[in-house]
Antibody, heavy 117, light 108 residues
Framework: EEQLVESGGGVIQPGGSLRLSCAAS????????MHWVRQVPGKGLLWVAR????????DYADFVKGRFTISRDNAKSALFLQMNSLRADDTAVYYC??????????WGKGTTVTVSS | EIVLTQSPATLSVSSGERVTLSCRAS??????LAWFQQKRGQAPRLLIY???NRAAGIPARFSGSGSGTEFTLTISSLQSEDFAVYYC??????????FGQGTKLEIK
């Protein structure tokens, strides 16, 4: 079964850092672009970042550019999101999702990040 | 950035009804338009990709259509498990890959 499992969320103070992980299984991880998408509870979906299968190409939403870094370890079938300089408006559920030229055919269940003092 | 506007925001319907949800893009998105279903407390689920292609395991009552800047998702006969929030999304070659604000289907 193709599966994505996020972890690493939690409560963090404004200005702090957090690293999210997404463990992939059941498919050839390095063959796919991967994305992070976030959602404030009760609100809509917001694309955050993407990374190519070989890790050489990354793109970011303007609101995280310079603060967040997406990366991957293909040997471990893992995707990461390093989040620095966190703000209250970064509070959300963060999902990782797969892209096989079709965005979002597999999603994780999400991990919750709360930025609060 | 391509802005997607969905209408209506909320739709009250009964089981068995035919439902059409709309998604309008601020500029042409070619065929890179998808629809997702999200139930409370769950991750989004891909329904339709490439405007009109059903994802694996999606029932035939779900269909997508449209072109250019106007797109629709139709549910031919609403089932109880279809009450959820539906999002359209564009994934043109260049990010950001934006979502619509969602349409909530609720029981009348």
């Amino acid at each position: 079964e193709e599966q994505l499992v996020e972890s690493g969320g939690g409560v963090i103070q404004p200005g702090g850092s957090l690293r999210l992980s997404c463990a992939a299984s059941g498919f050839t991880f390095n063959g796919f672009w991967m994305h992070w998408v976030r959602q404030v509870p009760g609100k809509g979906l917001l694309w955050v970042a993407r990374i190519s299968g070989d890790g050489n190409t990354t793109d970011y939403a303007d609101f995280v550019k310079g603060r967040f870094t997406i990366s991957r370890d293909n040997a471990k079938s893992a995707l990461f999101l390093q989040m620095n300089s966190l703000r209250a408006d970064d509070t959300a559920v963060y999902y990782c999702t797969r892209d096989r030229s079709i965005f979002g055919d597999v999603w994780g269940k999400g991990t919750t990040v709360t930025v609060s003092s | 950035e391509i802005v997607l506007t969905q209408s209506p925001a909320t739709l009250s319907v009964s089981s068995g009804e035919r439902v059409t949800l709309s998604c309008r893009a601020s500029q042409r998105v070619s065929s890179n338009l998808a629809w997702f279903q999200q139930k409370r407390g769950q991750a989004p689920r891909l329904l339709i990709y490439g405007v009109s292609n059903r994802a694996a395991g999606i029932p035939a009552r779900f269909s997508g259509s449209g072109s250019g800047t106007e797109f629709t998702l139709t549910i031919s006969s609403l089932q109880s498990e279809d009450f959820a929030v539906y999002y359209c999304q564009q994934y043109n070659k260049r990010p950001p890959f934006t979502f619509g604000q969602g349409t909530k289907l609720e029981i009348k």
